[in-house]
């Protein structure tokens, strides 16, 4: 499976918008880039995902750079609803079979 | 929709004891997908099915067992429990690939005493 690299935390005020880094410099041309948030004592909840273009949806925006060695998760107005650990994944299109590879994901603190 | 429902929420079992957990699909969704996740090493994928047949499968040992029934709903077994196997249990569900992502239930906390 092609490896993601992300901070371990990051911190962020209340309203303002939060960039979420994730590296993934071996990533190949069938791998779409997918996002999962998970709240404390709940499970992973999918936030976005994309292949090439940058994605936009309710929840967050996913910029993709351009070599795809690299994405950002934007959050427009962090909430303290937004604390949570955040996982850059990588999938293979059509053939993963339900398996998501997580790493250790980045730990995001919302301060009031 | 109801989402992913799992049960039961919380379990206690004996070392040497076997357990069976649960797992309903949002409706619709065929494929289930297991993890397990503890402090130590996080999120790990046990195994997947579609219409009934195992897809995919994690690196665990053969006391981890699954299947999956013709209306989708899913059990996992865990035969031989050992403390190590304390863990949260979770499972999603998907259309087809997954490719627009993986809906999880809020799991089964299972503690081997």
């Known amino acids: 499976d092609a490896k993601t690299t992300q901070p371990n935390s990051m911190e962020s005020n209340e309203e303002e918008p939060v960039h979420l880094p994730c590296n993934h410099s071996t990533i190949s041309g069938t791998d779409y880039i997918h996002w999962y948030r998970q709240l404390p004592s709940q499970g992973p909840e999918y936030v976005i995902h994309g292949l090439t273009s940058n994605v936009n949806n309710r929840m967050a925006s996913l910029a993709i750079a351009e070599d795809r060695k690299s994405s950002t998760l934007i959050l427009h107005r962090a909430t303290l609803r937004d604390a949570a650990v955040y996982y850059c994944?990588?999938?293979?299109?059509?053939?993963?079979?339900?398996?998501?590879?997580f790493g250790q994901g980045t730990i995001l603190t919302v301060h009031p | 929709k109801a989402g992913v429902t799992q049960t039961p929420r919380y379990l206690i079992k004996t070392r040497g004891q076997q357990v069976t957990l649960s797992c309903s699909p949002i409706?619709?969704?065929?494929?289930v997908s297991w993890y397990q996740q503890t402090p130590g090493q996080g999120l790990q994928f046990l195994f997947e099915?579609?219409?009934?047949?195992?897809?995919n499968k994690g690196n665990f040992p053969g006391r981890f067992s699954g299947r999956q029934f013709s209306n989708s709903r899913s059990e996992m077994n865990v035969s031989t429990l050992e403390l190590g196997d304390s863990a949260l249990y979770l499972c999603?569900?998907?259309?087809?690939?997954?490719?627009?992502?993986?809906?999880f239930g809020s799991g089964t906390r299972l503690t081997v005493v």
């Open positions: 994944i990588l999938m293979l299109g059509g053939t993963s079979y339900g398996k998501l590879t």
């Open positions: 099915y579609f219409s009934e047949t195992q897809r």
């Open positions: 999603a569900s998907s259309l087809e690939d997954g490719i627009y992502g993986y809906t």
């Open positions: 409706s619709g969704h065929r494929s």
